[in-house]
């Protein structure tokens, strides 16, 4: 419990919001810059992205679990949470489809451009959801008390 009562701080929740952004933010920056095909810019990119999809997932659990349902503004930024959480789902399905797919077909590396824009939309999804729980902590009424 004491974890929770932690997590429920001011400062920890709009630290944790923007590093999530910024985070995701570098990912879908290097991932771009990975296309070069220079190594670093490749394992960096694949760093941020494994980091950057473990926050947004642990953020979108923090605003399930810290949101304030009875409030208006505390509702929308619940279900929000829920339609980045079922896009990351879709998001990792289309990953796992495309890889598949590609082992099958001459043309593989066309479908996975599937898997990148599946990611990037994902990506935006979880800064989009960062941002808003960032500019919402002043607003007390939508956060459990």
Excluded: P
Excluded at 22 to 45: D, N
Excluded at 125 to 130: M, V, Y
């Amino acid at each position: 419990m004491h974890v929770i009562e932690q997590l429920k701080s001011y400062r920890v929740l709009r630290v944790y919001s923007s590093l999530t952004a910024l985070i995701l933010s570098l990912s879908i920056l290097l991932s771009q810059v990975g296309a070069t095909g220079i190594f670093f810019f490749q394992s960096i990119a694949s760093a941020t992205i494994v980091l950057g999809t473990i926050l947004e997932l642990f953020q979108v659990l923090i605003v399930i679990q810290l949101t304030n349902r009875e409030n208006k503004v505390g509702w929308v930024l619940h279900r929000f949470a829920y339609v980045t959480l079922v896009i990351m789902i879709l998001s990792f399905l289309s990953i796992v489809g495309a890889t598949f797919l590609s082992s099958f077909f001459i043309f593989g590396r066309d479908i996975m451009i599937i898997a990148v824009i599946s990611y990037v939309m994902q990506a935006s999804f979880g800064i989009c959801l960062s941002s808003v729980s960032y500019h919402l902590l002043r607003i007390e009424d939508v956060w459990c008390k």
